[in-house]
């Protein structure tokens, strides 16, 4: 294992240099803390999630399913969604709710692993293809749901937000290929990825949810293609890039902390879990992994 870049160095990855020029000129090794392959063998893990119990969730898109990850690394599926499941999440009341790409809807999964169709529309137009979600403040759901085009259309497409009930309006529009999706430690942003624009832009919202605002927290160079992400308890988001092979640390303000990457992997999607919430668990499709480090900051609960 080589030994980490110098922070230093890090820091002008973003700052003044091409991320794809300096990973064809550059070797970027840096390997997170504790790094270790929790589970290989599951085809197309997406949407890690961590329950009230503590126990990491996540979903095989290839085989439409949701399983649970020991500790040790061992899979016990709990439910199935006869689609393409991407985004996975918890409520305080033990529900799942699961962004199916290719059943065009966001599920509600019980307990007892019964499924049901919570949204598939919005004002009678189906949707189209929901990606991932997250829960404001006060209960309602967010969700991505990116156009399905290839490349290069930009797939310009809408975030939607849904009551408890399941009333759903529009909560941002515009946005090129919105992809991973995240609360502020403070409950006052939205963090998006925009991963056709290599952007991560925020939405500044009201205490009931309303979008006031929108800003610009960081650009990354192509080919990085901002995916999932995670925030922290001092505010700052780990953001995937799995166009370049990474995971980067960066503050609120769009500050690069860090940037760590493992050859041969190509981290999704991620989320904090572990008995202090410091360990950090990743979906790489690409290798059907997991794999998880520690991180030095705890993560933000997701309910």
Not at 155 to 163: D, E, H, L
Not at 186 to 193: K, R
Request: glycine content about 10%; aromatic content about 8%.
């Amino acid at each position: 294992m080589r030994t980490s870049a110098p922070r230093s160095q890090l820091y002008t990855y973003g700052a003044r240099s091409s991320l794809h020029e300096e990973h064809m000129t550059t070797d970027l090794t840096n390997i997170p803390p504790d790094f270790r392959v929790l589970v290989s063998g599951v085809r197309g893990p997406e949407g890690p999630a961590i329950d009230s119990q503590g126990q990491l969730h996540l979903v095989s898109a290839e085989d439409a399913a949701i399983v649970r990850v020991s500790n040790e690394g061992d899979l016990t599926q709990v439910a199935e969604t006869d689609g393409r499941p991407n985004g996975l999440l918890f409520n305080k009341a033990g529900e799942m709710f699961v962004a199916d790409a290719e059943l065009k809807a966001i599920l509600r999964i019980g307990p007892n692993g019964k499924s049901e169709v919570f949204v598939d529309n919005y004002e009678g137009t189906a949707l189209g293809g929901p990606n991932d979600l997250c829960f404001l403040p006060n209960g309602d759901l967010l969700f991505t749901d990116p156009v399905r085009r290839p490349q290069p259309d930009p797939a310009i497409s809408p975030v939607y937000r849904v009551t408890p009930e399941g009333k759903v309006t529009a909560f941002a529009n515009e946005l090129a290929y919105p992809n991973g999706i995240a609360v502020s430690t403070d409950g006052t942003q939205v963090y998006v990825s925009e991963s056709r624009a290599q952007r991560l832009v925020a939405f500044k919202i009201d205490e009931s949810g309303q979008l006031l605002d929108q800003i610009l927290i960081r650009r990354f160079r192509e080919p990085g293609n901002p995916d999932g992400m995670a925030v922290d308890v001092e505010g700052n988001i780990l953001q995937t890039l799995p166009g370049i092979k990474a995971i980067a640390y960066v503050s609120a303000a769009g500050e690069l902390l860090e940037l760590f990457h493992v050859p041969d992997w190509a981290p999704a999607n991620l989320a904090f879990g572990g008995d202090d919430m410091r360990t950090v668990f990743v979906c790489g499709s690409a290798q059907n992994s997991i794999y998880q480090f520690r991180h030095p900051v705890a993560g933000v609960p997701l309910f």
